[in-house]
C-alpha cells in the first residue's frame, strides 16, 4: 500500500517550508502555501533530496508517479489529476479535481489515464 509519507508548504518563496501532519487542499493547493505554476507538487520518497520543494511525499515509486500522468491521484478526501512532470526537479505536478484533507499516512492510490489502478 503507497501513502503519504510527508506533507510541505512553502509560503515564501525561497525561505524554508514548514511540515505538517494534515492540511486542508482546495482548487489552488494546501492551505498556507503560496501560488505556484501548478496546485500541488508531488513526489515519491526515493527522489525527495535536500533542496526538494514538494508538497506532498508519496511512497510510490518515480515511475509510479510519472505512469499516472494524464490521470489521478486519490488520498484521504482529494483528488488530484496529474498534469506533467515537474520543471528542473523530481515528481509531478497535479491540479485539484476535488478537494478535502490530506493527512500523513493516508492511503495514496494512483490511476492511471487508461484507469489501471496502483495502490503501490
Do not use: F, Q
Amino acid at each position: 500500500m503507497a501513502e503519504v509519507t510527508e506533507l510541505h508548504v512553502y509560503p515564501v518563496s525561497g525561505e524554508p517550508g514548514r511540515d505538517l501532519e494534515e492540511a486542508a487542499v482546495d482548487s489552488e493547493g494546501l492551505a498556507g502555501d503560496r501560488r505556484k505554476k501548478a496546485a500541488v507538487h508531488v513526489v515519491a520518497a526515493a527522489d525527495v533530496a535536500p533542496d526538494t520543494r514538494a508538497n506532498l511525499v508519496v511512497s510510490l515509486t518515480p515511475v509510479e508517479l510519472e505512469a499516472a500522468i494524464g490521470g489521478l491521484l486519490v488520498t484521504g478526501g482529494v483528488e488530484l489529476e496529474v498534469t506533467g512532470t515537474a520543471r528542473n526537479c523530481p515528481g509531478v505536478y497535479a491540479a485539484v479535481r476535488h478537494p478535502g484533507v490530506v493527512r500523513v499516512g493516508d492511503e495514496v492510490t494512483a490511476v492511471a489515464p487508461d484507469g489501471a489502478v496502483d495502490a503501490g
